[in-house]
Antibody, heavy 118, light 108 residues
Framework: EEQLVESGGDLVEPGGSLRLSCSTS????????MNWVRQAPGKGLEWVSY????????RYADSVKGRFTISRDNAKNSLYLQMNSLRVEDTAVYYC???????????WGQGALVTVSS | SYVLTQPPSVSVAPGQTARIACEGN??????VHWYQQKPGQAPVLVVY???DRPSGIPERFSGSNSGNTATLTISRVGAGDEADYYC???????????FGDGTKVTVL
């Protein structure tokens, strides 16, 4: 079974840092582009970041550029999101999402809750 | 940046057809994807490339896209279709993925 499992969500103070992980199984991770998508409480979906199969092509939403860093370890079948200088407005469920062949999100994890609050 | 506009809510009687619009400037020139999200769950892709269905998605879910409006159609709606639905496109001018604000479908 193809699976994405996020971990690392926590309560952190404004200005703090957190690292999310997404462990994958059931498919050849190294051949898929990956993304992070977030959803603030009671709000809609917001794309956060993209990484290509080799890790050399990376994109960020303007709202996180310069603060978040996406990375992957193909040997460990894992995706990461390093989040620095966290703000209250970064509070959200963060989903790991596998990209489909036509710039969509074909497989999602269950999400990890990040709460930024003092 | 590219903006997608969806109605906040759509209500439909059981067994009837729900239609959810997603408006964007010349959206007909883009590939539109649709997601279903039930409370407390992760989103699920239900239509991609305007009108294709992933494996396991019922034929009751269909899509179309032309001009400035893309539409997700759910036929023979049942209680299990109550969810939030989001449209999504790739904005190649900004190298960004864009989501609509979502539409809550309520089965009366």
């Amino acid at each position: 079974e193809e699976q994405l499992v996020e971990s690392g969500g926590d309560l952190v103070e404004p200005g703090g840092s957190l690292r999310l992980s997404c462990s994958t199984s059931g498919f050849p991770f190294s051949t898929y582009e990956m993304n992070w998508v977030r959803q603030a409480p009671g709000k809609g979906l917001e794309w956060v970041s993209y990484i290509g199969i080799s890790g050399t092509t990376i994109r960020y939403a303007d709202s996180v550029k310069g603060r978040f860093t996406i990375s992957r370890d193909n040997a460990k079948n894992s995706l990461y999101l390093q989040m620095n200088s966290l703000r209250v407005e970064d509070t959200a469920v963060y989903y790991c999402a596998r990209e489909g062949g036509s710039l969509n999100f074909e497989l999602w994890g269950q999400g990890a809750l990040v709460t930024v609050s003092s | 940046s590219y903006v997608l506009t969806q109605p906040p809510s759509v209500s439909v009687a059981p067994g009837q057809t729900a239609r959810i619009a997603c408006e964007g400037n010349n959206i007909g020139s883009k590939s539109v994807h649709w997601y279903q999200q039930k409370p407390g769950q992760a989103p699920v892709l239900v239509v991609y490339d305007d009108s294709d269905r992933p494996s396991g998605i019922p034929e009751r879910f269909s899509g179309s896209n032309s001009g400035n409006t893309a539409t997700l159609t759910i036929s023979r709606v049942g209680a299990g279709d109550e969810a939030d639905y989001y449209c999504q496109v790739w904005d190649n001018t900004g190298d960004h993925y864009v989501f609509g604000d979502g539409t809550k479908v309520t089965v009366l």
